[in-house]
């Protein structure tokens, strides 16, 4: 069991970057984040987007966060690197990483997916994921407590018909959270590890079941303690690991 409970300054110092900080998973960490403390460098395509979290953090008190506009897909080595470089020039540090920015082209047969939709797919699931942190690793390398938390679909630890190139690309995390957890033992400061929340109210949600009632979910405010048990302190030891929930209510 992890705490559920949290202080109000439960991050306080930190700095957390997140992708997919517009919506869904990494929209709700965002500001979960910022309400309790930390400094919240938050990253995805649309700028509105980007705009609308960070002036709900601005406005429910929450440190000034940071607002990258990044498109993954095309990010090559001085994208990455310069988002490392912006992060050590606004904040001087990096104390964590929360990989939420996930590409789903569509659930189908192996037969009708393409070269491209498979590359895509593995480009930002999996490919960004390890070109950002081997980008930001100086910085974590010099953070007393750094975390990496990579959320992944559920379908990437169990393989089922139609999810082809979204579950392989998310299967890819859990083989790089093992990996990068192993090659960072001699760094006690620093821990990587993979989330899948499970079934989740939350935009792909709605486009990979869309006649699943809301109820057959986890609602995304249960998903937030787990958020802030990874990426802050009181997870520190503990890497390399796979944890999947199901945040479902039992029904009555």
Same mark, same amino acid.
């Given at each position: 069991?992890?705490?559920?409970?949290?202080?109000?300054?439960? &991050? @306080?110092?930190?700095?957390?970057?997140?992708? *997919?900080?517009?919506? +869904? %998973?990494?929209?709700? =960490?965002?500001?979960? /984040? #910022?309400?309790?403390?930390?400094?919240?460098?938050?990253?995805?395509?649309?700028?509105?987007?980007?705009?609308?979290?960070?002036?709900?953090?601005?406005?429910?008190?929450?440190?000034?966060?940071?607002?990258?506009?990044?498109?993954?897909?095309?990010?090559?080595?001085?994208?990455?690197?310069? &988002? @490392?470089?912006?992060?050590?020039?606004?904040? *001087?540090?990096?104390? +964590? %990483?929360?990989?939420? =920015?996930?590409?789903? /082209? #569509?659930?189908?047969?192996?037969?009708?997916?393409?070269?491209?939709?498979?590359?895509?797919?593995?480009?930002?699931?999996?490919?960004?994921?390890?070109?950002?942190?081997?980008?930001?690793?100086?910085?974590?390398?010099?953070?007393?407590?750094?975390?990496?938390?990579?959320?992944?679909?559920?379908?990437?630890?169990?393989?089922?018909?139609?999810? *082809?190139?979204?579950?392989?690309?998310?299967?890819?995390?859990?083989?790089?959270?093992?990996?990068?957890?192993?090659?960072?033992?001699?760094?006690?400061?620093?821990?990587?590890?993979?989330?899948?929340?499970?079934?989740?109210?939350?935009?792909?949600?709605?486009?990979?079941?869309?006649?699943?009632?809301?109820?057959?979910?986890?609602?995304?405010?249960?998903?937030?303690?787990?958020?802030?048990?990874?990426?802050?302190?009181?997870?520190?030891?503990?890497?390399?690991?796979?944890?999947?929930?199901?945040?479902?209510?039992?029904?009555?």
């Amino acid at each position: 069991m992890i705490k559920t409970e949290f202080a109000q300054d439960a &991050l @306080a110092g930190r700095v957390i970057l997140v992708t *997919g900080a517009t919506q +869904g %998973i990494g929209r709700e =960490a965002a500001l979960a /984040f #910022a309400r309790h403390g930390a400094s919240v460098v938050l990253l995805a395509r649309s700028v509105k987007g980007l705009e609308k979290v960070y002036d709900e953090i601005v406005a429910a008190g929450g440190p000034e966060p940071a607002a990258v506009p990044l498109d993954l897909l095309n990010a090559g080595e001085n994208e990455f690197n310069n &988002l @490392a470089l912006t992060i050590k020039r606004e904040f *001087g540090r990096l104390d +964590g %990483i929360l990989h939420c =920015a996930s590409h789903l /082209f #569509a659930l189908s047969p192996l037969h009708n997916q393409t070269i491209e939709e498979w590359m895509n797919q593995y480009r930002i699931n999996t490919v960004a994921r390890f070109a950002l942190t081997r980008a930001c690793l100086p910085l974590l390398k010099d953070a007393p407590d750094a975390s990496v938390l990579l959320v992944a679909e559920q379908h990437g630890l169990h393989p089922a018909a139609y999810w *082809g190139a979204f579950g392989a690309s998310n299967a890819g995390q859990q083989y790089l959270t093992v990996v990068a957890a192993s090659e960072w033992e001699m760094f006690p400061n620093m821990r990587v590890n993979l989330l899948s929340p499970g079934p989740v109210n939350s935009p792909q949600r709605n486009r990979t079941h869309p006649g699943e009632a809301k109820t057959e979910r986890g609602d995304l405010a249960d998903l937030t303690p787990h958020l802030l048990y990874w990426l802050g302190p009181d997870s520190k030891g503990r890497s390399g690991e796979v944890v999947e929930l199901d945040l479902r209510k039992p029904q009555t």
